[in-house]
């Protein structure tokens, strides 16, 4: 079984190339991907079972995308496979590995895990280059 932080890292660096974040670096832009996530599990029916939740996240995640893209830059086949590999490593690794499939636990631990995704994803912004020819 990985590691919650090894698997918030990965999830992070999916999150980062795939693009799938708003239009800006601010905090709400860079959780969009988790917070649709967290919104469908807290608020689901019984009936719904984790591969209707996965479907529906990864379109729902879509959508957000393509309503946010600039007309010229409209989302592609890249930013899809980057919204399924990144839902996808969620349900698997998180919910079903690391929390073996218990919801409860899951969302009890819901704000440790924003706040450390945010972390890992701020670390994959590029810093500033430094001229040192000086």
């Known amino acids: 079984m990985s590691k919650l932080s090894e698997v918030l890292q990965r999830l992070a660096e999916i999150a980062w190339a795939g693009g799938l974040r ?13 917070d649709e996530i967290f919104k469908k599990l807290g608020h689901h029916s019984e009936a719904a079972d984790v591969e209707t939740l996965r479907a529906a ?3 729902d995640i879509f959508e ?22 990144f839902v996808n490593g969620f349900f698997d690794d998180v919910y079903g590995g ?16 924003r706040s450390a995704y945010l972390f890992y994803v701020r670390e994959q912004i590029p810093g500033k280059k430094v001229d040192d020819t000086a």
């Open 22 to 34: 708003g239009r800006s670096l601010k905090k709400n832009s860079l959780m969009a991907p988790l």
């Open 57 to 59: 996240i990864i379109e």
């Open 64 to 85: 957000h995308l393509e309503r946010i893209a600039d007309f010229q830059y409209r989302p592609g086949q890249k930013k899809w496979e980057a919204t399924q590999a």
């Open 98 to 113: 690391v929390y073996g499939g218990k919801l409860q636990k899951l969302l009890a631990d819901e704000k440790l895990l």
